[in-house]
């Protein structure tokens, strides 16, 4: 009985660790002070239409969403294409290549930003929308790959033979077999891929030029004591924006975990 | 069997190797039209490679390979009149079992109401009329495996192939498939051609069989041939159980009779006398071990047919005389 309370003891540290820092920041956004502090004394509710009626986080957040848009389905397409051509190799061919596909996320994201922005000013290319697209996508590419080429290991080889068996030819096979099957991961993958891009900062800040996406907004009102309560709001609405896909992807992982045989 | 044999699949100096490794070596083989013709062997004979030659989903190195005529060597399996059962049976887990069995239907641009309404109608022939709306996962390996079956046969190949379709299934199942199979064939008059490791299964459903060794036909020809008349010591080892006398000579362990010792053999009789090791009961037949003066231990096997009380008793540490027609005795080869 003792070390099952201890147990639980960990686990409830464990999550307190975890959670509480959340809590209290979903907290300070009901708080009315215009500096949060604790304990909060007085609460509103106006800094939720303070923060929806600022332009300059309305851009903010636009720019991520469309750059997580974009980033994801290049992510998709991409991705899939790499996992499918990867799982068609040879054993030596595939274990090299498994590992560069990979390598992006691998690598910590200041040396991906900072890769990436010189390489951008090799080229004489500016700072711009779609170079923070382009630096998303390297991590967003790894996330479908891994999924989708975690599905196609487990489809047994005999699916698509018996599919050319049975008289389709690549494309249909495709349609009517690789697609349908991978079709979850793909789901999954994209989700993740969007939640990532959605909150990444290092990169962005390497790879944004004037443009502000919402993590940077974040991270230059905290870093200027400015705004602060629309700060908490704001990462309330994160909060719960991002839970949403990160749960869905949960959801569907858990789903391709029984694939018949 | 026929009256005018006619080919229809024909293997001419068909070669395949992966990476240096050898999987088949210079390989001939025709199979007639109408046939049921097995590919026996142990695992890694080549068997199963030799059928991938024939559905497409291998190239081979040398050699042709016609189908009725026509060197299909190069072409993919969707442009081959073969269609296969896997040993995995490889339904689609996303499709319900009509839209599985008519999957070929439609791949070849039939309307969906009749490709359904054909897929009905193999489901029916394979005693599963009512399972269409279900999913492979909710299936016993049984029944997926008559799906796999029907899914096949629904396109009416020229050729049926079967990669050991039987393996994944107990016993008595599997004798129940080996019937239903050989009615299916008889029915339709597909030619089948049959991967297996299993003799038993080969000698009791095969027109003719086709024993693979080391990437190399060792022996086609009846299952009366290649029990009968093994042309070499591996098939007749591999086929039913056997004693070699010398090396080089075969007799099947049922031709040997066991008498008393000190009795004389029968006419055109050979005999040895011998210490009786091991006598197992197996119901209807009892195997012995008889280790002969010279040294050779011989396997008998004789029928439980006559009466209990007219039975020789005997036990193992017995001396008892071995006896066997001469001409049961046939060297390998000849």
Redesign the interface.
């Known amino acids: 009985m003792r070390s099952e309370a201890l147990i639980w003891a960990a686990v409830a540290a464990i999550m307190g660790f975890l959670f509480i820092p959340i809590v209290i920041i979903i907290a300070y956004a009901f708080s009315a002070a215009p500096i949060p502090s604790w304990p909060i004394t007085s609460f509103a509710l106006h800094w939720f239409s303070d923060t929806w009626n600022d332009d300059e986080i309305r851009q903010a957040l636009a720019l991520s969403v469309e750059v997580a848009a974009l980033a994801t389905i290049s992510a998709i397409l991409l991705g899939t294409l790499a996992a499918m051509a990867v799982a068609r190799m040879k054993s030596a061919a595939k274990e090299v290549v498994s590992f560069i596909a990979v390598l992006p996320i691998a690598l910590p994201g200041i040396l991906t930003g900072m890769a990436l922005a010189s390489y951008f000013a090799f080229w004489g290319l500016n700072l711009s929308y779609w170079t923070i697209v382009a630096g998303h996508a390297t991590f967003c590419i790894v996330i479908v790959y891994n999924n989708v080429i975690a599905r196609l290991r487990r489809m047994p080889r005999s699916l698509t033979e018996a599919s050319a068996d049975l008289g389709a030819d690549a494309f249909l096979t495709f349609r009517r077999v690789q697609l349908p099957m991978m079709a979850s991961a793909i789901g999954a993958g994209a989700l993740l891929a969007f939640a990532l891009s959605f909150d990444e900062v290092i990169v962005t800040t390497f790879t944004a030029g004037a443009q502000n996406t919402l993590p940077l907004w974040i991270f230059g009102a905290i870093r200027l004591g400015q705004k602060l309560p629309e700060v908490n709001v704001v990462v309330f609405a994160i909060i719960l924006f991002t839970a949403v896909p990160v749960l869905l992807a949960q959801k569907l992982i858990g789903e391709s975990g029984r694939v018949a045989r | 069997m026929q009256t005018a044999k006619q080919p229809i699949v024909q293997l001419e100096g068909v070669a395949k190797s992966y990476g240096g490794a050898v999987a088949l070596a210079q390989l001939d083989l025709t199979v007639y039209a109408g046939e049921f013709f097995t590919l026996l062997g142990p695992s890694g004979s080549g068997k199963t490679t030799t059928l991938r030659l024939i559905?497409?989903?291998e190239r081979p190195d040398t050699g042709r390979i016609m189908l009725d005529g026509e060197d299909v060597a190069n072409r993919?399996?969707?442009e081959r009149a073969?269609?296969?059962v896997?040993?995995?049976y490889?339904?689609?887990?996303?499709l319900t079992l009509i839209e599985n069995v008519a999957?070929?239907l439609r791949?070849?641009k039939m309307p969906k109401a009749q490709a359904h309404e054909e897929a009905e109608k193999a489901l029916a022939a394979v005693q599963l009329a009512d399972y269409g709306g279900r999913?492979?996962?909710q299936l016993s390996g049984g029944q997926r495996q008559r799906v796999a079956l029907a899914?096949?046969m629904v396109?009416k190949p020229r050729v049926l192939l079967l990669d050991e379709p039987l393996g994944a299934l107990d016993l008595k199942l599997r004798h129940r498939m080996q019937i239903e199979l050989k009615r299916l064939q008889h029915e339709t008059g597909i030619t089948f051609i049959y991967v297996t490791h299993d003799q038993d299964e080969a000698l009791s459903m095969s027109d003719r069989i086709a024993v693979f060794s080391k990437g190399r036909i060792e022996q086609i020809g009846t299952a009366f041939d290649l029990y009968e008349r093994p042309a070499s010591v591996f098939v007749a080892d591999f086929v039913g159980s056997s004693n070699l006398l010398g090396g080089d000579t075969l007799l099947r362990p049922e031709k040997i009779q066991l008498l008393p010792a000190g009795s004389t053999a029968p006419e055109g009789f050979e005999a040895g006398e011998g210490i009786l090791r091991e006598a197992t009961y197996l119901g209807a037949v009892t195997r012995y071990q008889v280790a002969l003066a010279d040294g050779t231990l011989l396997h008998v096997m004789e029928s439980n047919t006559r009466p209990v009380g007219e039975r020789l008793r005997l036990a193992a540490g017995d001396t008892v005389l071995a006896a066997w027609p001469r001409d049961a005795a046939r060297k390998i080869g000849n």
């Open positions: 559905a497409g989903f993919p399996p969707f073969v269609n296969t896997f040993q995995d490889a339904l689609f887990p996303h999957y070929g791949a070849k999913k492979p996962t899914r096949a396109n």
